[in-house]
């Protein structure tokens, strides 16, 4: 009796796991998010490591492997994951399904003029680091439930309950976010990348430079030097950055005029403990009031 019992809840066990959406994620930020909709009914895995650069993504034929097997994938989009195209091309995955969650963003820093090299790492449809507001990660959520309803409906309610929970959860905590960074609102700050401009602009930072001297160009002396001029004469307190970049620039900075440097990951567990969105903004909010 106990044989068959134990059979029995095997084969429950495995329809369950059959029945789950298989998802790939570009990013461990957009896992996160989609088996916060998802839940128990989807499987998820990711293609960039959260201590990656996602702009840039060695093409490996065990991602493909990964694309080749889900029924969807869900990307960041405007133009940050160039690598992608080649990895589903590369899976021969005819029914895969791609959803880039960009698609109602309001964009920002859209090109006006034509993108060549020389401006560095331009994007041309506008600044794809979007989920660093949490404003946005809600219409990333929201994405996401269209996308898992639409594959699978007869679970729609339940996604419906998640989605309305996370967005409940952001509200929540945007109040606790906004008190904790006000003493920061309107002042001035140099972040390493070109990353921060939606955070920025949703808690009233305000953004004066770059190390880089263009986006994606590496750090030069020369814009060193003008930098630290900045600093001495503005009297700015920190330089943001992702902790995946070399702090070699920021600490020479730092060196000569007291700045303090303050690197956070920008993606879901980037660092130890910081294992879903909320955690994220937590540790990058802190972060940033504490030093500033």
């Known amino acids: 009796m106990k044989k068959y019992f134990s059979l029995i809840i095997l084969l429950l066990f495995s329809v369950s796991v059959m029945a789950q959406i298989k998802v790939v994620a570009t990013t461990t930020t957009v896992a996160d ?66 959803v880039d969650l960009s698609t109602d963003i309001s964009k920002k820093e859209v090109p006006t003029t034509k993108v060549d090299a020389s401006q560095g790492d331009v994007h041309p449809y506008g600044n794809p ?34 989605l309305d929970d996370f967005k409940k959860t952001i509200d929540t905590h945007m109040k606790n976010w906004s008190a904790s960074i006000s003493g920061m609102k309107q002042k001035n700050i140099i972040t390493f990348h070109k990353s921060w401009v939606y955070f920025s602009d949703r808690f009233g930072l305000n953004v004066v ?7 994606g160009i590496p750090p ?26 070399s702090d070699s620039a920021p600490n020479h900075i730092a060196e000569s ?24 903004i937590d540790y990058i909010v802190t972060q940033i009031s504490k030093n500033g």
């Not at 034929?61 to 091309?89: C, H, N, T």
């Open 33 to 98: 998010l989609v088996e916060t909709i998802g839940g128990d009914k989807v499987s998820v895995t990711y293609l960039c490591r959260s201590n990656q650069d996602p702009h840039f993504l060695e093409v490996l034929p065990s991602y493909m492997l990964k694309l080749r097997d889900a029924d969807l994938v869900f990307k960041i989009g405007l133009d940050l994951e160039k690598w992608l195209q080649q990895l589903i091309d590369g899976s021969r995955n005819d029914k895969l399904i791609l």
């Open 257 to 280: 005029t007291g700045i303090k440097v303050v690197k956070v990951p920008n993606a879901v567990n980037g660092i130890e403990g910081v294992n879903s969105y909320v955690k994220l």
């Open 129 to 162: 680091h979007y989920w660093l507001d949490p404003e946005n990660a809600k219409i990333m959520a929201e994405e996401i439930y269209n996308a898992l309803t639409d594959y699978s409906s007869s679970n729609e309610d339940f996604f419906k309950k998640n």
């Open 209 to 215: 430079s770059n190390v880089e001297p263009k986006p």
């Open 220 to 245: 030069t002396p020369s814009h060193d030097a003008e930098l630290i001029q900045l600093i001495k004469k503005d009297k700015i307190k920190i330089i943001l950055m992702e902790n995946y970049y």
